[in-house]
């Protein structure tokens, strides 16, 4: 490892320095000679902070009085880092009306954010000096983006003309409402609103639907005072979509004093309003706060649920602990439980307010409050899917199309139903995509367009295309691509004339899907337009990638010698074929219709300045390899010493795709290099060979090394060895005791389903040595483990291993996060063994808090006990029907009670007793959690609680009841002790 220089680093940063301003001279010496900067420079950055030599340097020099020449300040000023910018800027504010004004108004276009930001604080300094003409004229200048946000820069130039007042004439500013970019018009509108300039309602009420404009929209509309369209946006807060709702809400809420409390207050009824994301709900409450109404602590309630400040809470936890017995106590349990099971930790609040409230927390409240939760009735819902009667399906199509139910049960009725097949009314799938809750619903809402063919209303889709909803217009655009055959020309052509950005970008994806039918000469003309965004014309590229055609293909190698990056590599990364389902590649034309595609632009950005660009270059010769196209290996052979390990991974994967003629040798030798990236990259490469690859070098490369968690290319790399040729990791590797060389061996014995080495694998379970417990240690997942992999192995063994050692793992999880509750990988494995897996085993894993552990002992009693069905599905019914959670589901709400009970931090007597029947549970994780909320408790419990937790401390079945006991028996005596002492 190489270790970092000081004194080298000074070295090296002077020797750029010199290079870069060399030829610069200050006037120092007593004589006003000009000394070379060289001379200045060098005593100060040779002694300074070696991690920051020219910042440092800069202060010294401006402390010491040295007038520096405007050029090198300008030049400093406009450095990519920050700091040095922040130095120079400090410099250039003591120099004042020296500095010319031309320096900020170059500022003021600048890639980076800071620079920009100094330029504007000189604006609003010297704005009466400052022209308005040239600061109009940058309005029309070509789009320049901002290096890191990506936002036109033009926006900082409207915010310069925001600070000269009234000198700015107010055509321009408002010719700029009507532009393209939504942050052009954004900071149009506020400037205009800042000058009392009232603009019309149909101008501003559709800016409310972008989350750019919204807030300056609201603004404006704010200012119009009595004459607001009020009615109108009261209706868009009843609408559906999230931004409109929201910045709708922040208007009424600056207008209260015009706004009637009536239609308010039903809206604050709402069950869409009550559970947005978006504040609406809080914005409405403030509204009424402002005009003085006393809100109700029901109508405060749903604020515990939308993540706003601690200052926000404080006030309605106050008003919930000042209700004392009036305090709704189900209804905050619910919240509680809701709030605890959505994030990782636990809110302030909860355990502040029942500090106070506890004391009217009966028994009876817990369960009817927990009784059935939101999680049940999705858990239910997710179970009566796998059946799928008549009477499952339409309980389940009830739940999808009922307002009042819980959004994330709506949602999951919903998967279920797509999942069948089942074709909902749309609105409820869009809906439910823009509640945010399942990541995948907008392919949901794409697959039943798809299914519904032309049967789709375009009518009802279209419109969405414009909606500023990260998921929903993403999915909307993906359905319209799958029946973009049932989509007229004209109706795709005239989307492009949109103002709306996402609309135009949509209109260009759907082009590519048309097919034959699409006018290449539109995308030709978009393609060369000077005037389109970088993103469109690389949206231009995907679609020219999809359409897949010879004159589509020529298009994209024209644009492999385009002077922008990001065209070189869209192009690339449209001409490869490497994701059949959502895309077809240029490459289609290849296979398809004999396009020859000519390797000289490809083999010549092989040497692209971008590494981007070289590994897509790379990718394309690698696919066209791969179809028998004759690849020169030189060129490839040359990337293995790239200093990027990427670089030399994706050349080693492309010479490998040669077939026979992979240059093994040269791949081998180039495995001795010293850095352990690129060793690794190679090794990965040649795995890829299958039958062909030369195992015995390659493992000789590992004869005395250990492969981490953190090699995840080598741990790969084994992995497709043991696919390839299992039979000779076997015999090779079968006495090697390296956790990773032991990974691959249980992978082969899992392919060969190899009895003989059933020894090895429980021998690995075990673990007697401890050994791979500390590898596992390091796995982030537990299906990467060693210990996850001998399960596994257990599985695929199932004729002839014991099923003993994996039932013996239900009764402990020995992970952290229920996410990688072993449990899972142990119920996956015995899947295999059938009906050899206990009945009575099964059964209490219907109770379990672990969604998924439930969900996989339903399925295997579904698949080998059915007859269990008959009892089980009238109760999953009647989960979903909103009844209690009974039979052997009930543990589950067990479970909740005593988990809630630790979330309040306090109980009563009654609470308490109730924790402790729990310890004579039947199922261990509600016993193991009773054990934990008494110790969570911390305050004295019965003497016969104790004798039970002495009991559970050497339960014979559950290795969690045990430590967990152990566990809440040293809180408690420890708190003992502590009253002792005092």
């Given amino acids: 490892m190489a270790f970092f220089d000081p004194q080298e680093a000074r070295e090296q940063y002077l020797e750029r320095l010199l290079a870069r301003y060399g030829t610069v001279t200050l006037p120092l010496d007593s004589a006003r000679h000009p000394l070379p900067l060289h001379t200045v420079f060098q005593p100060l950055v040779l002694h300074c902070d070696p991690l920051a030599p020219q910042d440092e340097a800069l202060r010294s020099l401006h402390e010491l009085g040295v007038p520096l020449p405007l050029e090198l300040l300008q030049t400093l000023l406009y450095d990519t880092s920050s700091i040095t910018s922040s130095e120079t800027w400090n410099i250039l504010q003591d120099m004042g009306e020296h500095v010319p004004l031309e320096l900020w108004l170059d500022a003021l276009q600048h890639e980076h954010t800071w620079v920009r930001d100094y330029a504007l604080i000189a604006v609003e300094r010297y704005r009466d000096h400052m022209p308005v003409e040239p600061v109009l004229a940058m309005l029309s200048a070509p789009r320049k983006t901002d ?105 009424l809420r600056l207008l209260y004093e015009h706004i009637p409390t009536a239609p308010v207050l039903e809206l604050l009824q709402d069950e869409e309003i009550i559970n947005s994301y978006g504040g609406t709900y809080w ?128 949602s999951e009725a919903m998967v279920v139903l797509s999942d069948l097949g089942v074709n909902l009314p749309l609105e409820y799938l869009l809906q439910a995509t823009r509640w945010c809750i399942y990541e995948g619903m907008g392919e949901y809402v794409a697959d039943t367009v798809k299914r519904l063919g032309k049967q789709a209303s375009l009518e009802q889709l279209l419109p969405l295309l414009g909606e500023d909803h990260n998921r929903l217009q993403p999915g909307v655009v993906k359905a319209l691509v799958g029946i973009a ?69 020529d298009l994209l190698l024209q644009a492999l010698e385009d002077e922008e990056t990001q065209i070189r590599s869209r192009a690339l990364w449209a001409l490869k074929d490497d994701d059949p389902e959502t895309r077809r590649g240029g490459i289609r034309a290849f296979k398809e219709q004999g396009k020859e ?16 660009v070289v590994m897509s270059a790379i990718g394309v010769l690698a696919e066209l390899g791969s179809l028998g196209v004759a690849i020169p290996v030189a060129p490839l052979v040359s990337l293995l010493d790239h200093k990027d390990e990427y670089i030399v991974g994706e050349a080693a994967e492309a010479l490998c795709t040669s077939g ?52 995840w290319r080598m741990e790969y790399a084994l992995g497709n060895l043991a696919e390839s040729m299992p039979e000779q990791i076997l015999q090779r590797l079968h006495d090697d005791p390296r956790p990773a060389m032991r990974r691959i061996v249980l992978q082969a014995i899992q392919i060969t389903r190899a009895c003989e080495r059933l020894p090895l694998v429980l021998a690995t379970l075990h673990d007697a040595d401890g050994r791979y417990a500390a590898h596992d240690h390091s796995c982030s997942e ?105 039979g052997a589901f009930a543990a589950r709400m067990d479970y909740r009670l005593a988990e809630t009970v630790a979330l309040l931090g306090r109980a009563t007597p009654a609470v308490l007793e109730t924790v402790i029947e729990l310890l004579d549970h039947p199922f261990w994780e509600v016993q193991s959690r009773a054990a934990r909320t008494l110790g969570t408790l911390r305050r004295p419990i019965p003497n016969r609680a104790l004798r039970r937790l002495l009991e559970l401390r050497t339960d014979p079945e559950s290795p969690d009841v045990r430590a967990d006991a152990e566990q809440a028996l040293a809180e408690l005596l420890s708190l003992e002790q502590g009253m002792e002492d005092e």
């Fill in 660 to 711: 026979t003629s992979a240059p093994i040798g040269i791949l081998l030798a180039h495995m001795e290099n010293t850095d352990e990236a690129v060793r690794d990259a190679i090794f990965y490469a040649l795995s890829s060979l299958g039958a062909r690859a030369p195992l015995e070098a390659m493992l000789a490369t590992l004869s005395d090394s250990e492969v981490s968690a953190e090699r």
């Fill in 147 to 251: 290096r890191y946000t990506h936002i036109d820069v033009r926006t900082s130039c409207i915010q310069a003309l925001g600070l000269l007042g009234e000198r700015v004439p107010l055509e321009p500013l408002l010719a700029l409402l009507q532009h393209s970019d939504e942050h052009i018009r954004a900071q149009a509108l506020a400037v205009l609103t800042r000058r009392h300039v009232a603009l019309p309602a149909h101008i501003l009420l559709p800016m409310l639907e972008h989350s750019v404009t919204g807030s300056a929209a609201a603004q404006a509309i704010a200012a119009l005072g009595g004459e607001a369209p009020i009615s109108s946006l009261v209706e868009m807060v009843w609408s559906r979509s999230s931004n409109s709702a929201q910045f709708a809400s922040q208007a």
């Fill in 485 to 553: 055959d049932y989509i007229p020309l004209e109706t795709v052509l005239a989307l492009l004339e949109d103002p709306n950005k996402p609309v135009r970008h949509a209109a260009i994806r759907l082009l590519g899907a048309l097919g034959e039918r699409a006018p290449l000469p539109v995308l030709m003309a978009l393609l060369s337009d000077p005037e389109q965004t970088l993103e469109t014309r690389c949206d231009v590229l995907s679609a020219l990638g999809e359409l897949g055609t010879p004159a589509a293909v």
């Fill in 597 to 612: 595609i000519p390797l000289e632009p490809l083999l010549r950005l092989l040497n692209d300045l971008d590494d981007t």
């Fill in 782 to 886: 537990s299906a990467d483990t060693i210990r996850s992999a001998a399960i596994q192995t257990l599985g695929a063994l199932n004729a002839c291993a014991p099923i003993e050692p994996l039932l013996q793992l239900l009764n402990t999880n020995k992970e952290e996060y229920s996410y990688n509750d072993e449990r899972i990988i142990v119920l996956e494995a015995l899947k295999q063994f059938g009906s050899r897996v206990p009945l009575a085993v099964l059964w209490p894993l219907l109770g379990s808090n672990h969604r998924e552990i439930c969900c996989l002992a339903f399925q295997h009693l579904q698949e080998n006990y059915p007859a269990v069905l008959q009892e089980l599905v009238p109760v999953l019914k009647a989960i979903v029907r909103g009844e209690p959670v009974q």
């Fill in 283 to 410: 914005e409405l409450i403030q509204l009424l706060q402002l005009q003085g109404v006393e809100v109700s602590l029901e109508l405060l309630l749903p604020m515990l649920k939308q993540h706003v400040s601690e200052t926000t809470i404080a006030p309605i936890i106050v008003s919930l602990c000042h209700a004392g017995a009036q305090a709704p106590i189900d209804a905050l349990i619910r919240v509680i439980f809701a709030e605890t099971r959505e994030t990782t930790f636990y809110p302030k609040w909860i355990q502040q307010l029942f500090y106070v409230l506890y004391e009217w927390v009966l028994p009876g409240s817990l369960t009817n409050a927990l009784g059935n939760t939101p999680d049940d009735q999705r858990l239910a819902v997710s179970l009566l899917g796998l059946i799928h009667d008549d009477e499952s399906m339409q309980l389940i199509t009830a739940v999808a199309q009922d307002p009042s139910r819980d959004r994330t049960t709506r």
